[in-house]
T-cell receptor, first 112, second 114 residues
């Protein structure tokens, strides 16, 4: 069965610092992988997705993620954090034809 | 023009009541979902539904039932509400057939049972 593990329920960075949010997945078939962001009292917005094309995926707001099959990882990075990046981030996996299964989320805090 | 819309946004009700949450998508997607987000922000799939098949998460109580009048709508009906049902419920849709399963989410319905 597919599953997602997000390492670190809370990550704190300073404005301008590197953001690294970790995600490892388990899937019996080549997966589709997603990162979503949730701002307070809002729905989920797609940041980026991996669907078996390029392993380095660029998303919105300067975020990117790299699919590493050998490590079963799909970590999210951003070179320079901005205050507006503070939010909840979810990694999700889907095996073709199935609903997204989400990790438990990582709260990103950004301090000035 | 909102892609996935759900109503109401807030719902406060007493234990034992029956309530419904409505969801509509205008993306032409073939599959719709209901997710529950608990107080720890964990998102759990409750149902997925397309024209052919309803898939129910086995952990969902049978007090919860999805109802789909047509391909663009998937409503959630809840009977005999309990305190533990308090959560945020998200509707979503995606294109599974020929698509990449990217899910588009509504803004959520915050259900409070008192």
């Amino acid at each position: 069965a597919q599953s997602v593990t997000q390492l670190g329920s809370h990550v704190s960075v300073s404005e301008g610092a590197l953001v690294l949010l970790r995600c490892n997945y388990s899937s019996s078939v080549p997966p589709y992988l997603f990162w979503y962001v949730q701002y307070p009292n809002q729905g989920l917005q797609l940041l980026l997705k991996y669907t078996s094309a390029a392993t380095l995926v660029k998303g919105i707001n300067g975020f990117e993620a790299e699919f590493k099959k050998s490590e079963t990882s799909f970590h999210l990075t951003k070179p320079s954090a901005h205050m507006s990046d503070a939010a909840e981030y979810f990694c999700a996996v889907s095996e073709a034809g199935t609903a997204l299964i989400f990790g438990k989320g990582t709260t990103l805090s950004v301090s000035s | 023009d909102t892609a996935v819309s759900q109503t109401p946004k807030y719902l406060v009700t007493q234990m034992g009541n029956d309530k419904s949450i409505k969801c509509e998508q205008n993306l032409g997607h073939d599959t719709m979902y209901w997710y529950k987000q608990d107080s720890k922000k964990f998102l759990k799939i409750m149902f997925s539904y397309n024209n052919k098949e309803l898939i129910i998460n086995e952990t969902v109580p049978n007090r919860f039932s999805p109802k789909s009048p047509d391909k663009a709508h998937l409503n959630l009906h809840i009977n005999s509400l309990e305190l533990g049902d308090s959560a945020v419920y998200f509707c979503a849709s995606s294109q599974i057939q020929g698509g990449d399963a990217e899910a588009f989410f509504g803004q959520g319905t915050r259900l409070t049972v008192v």
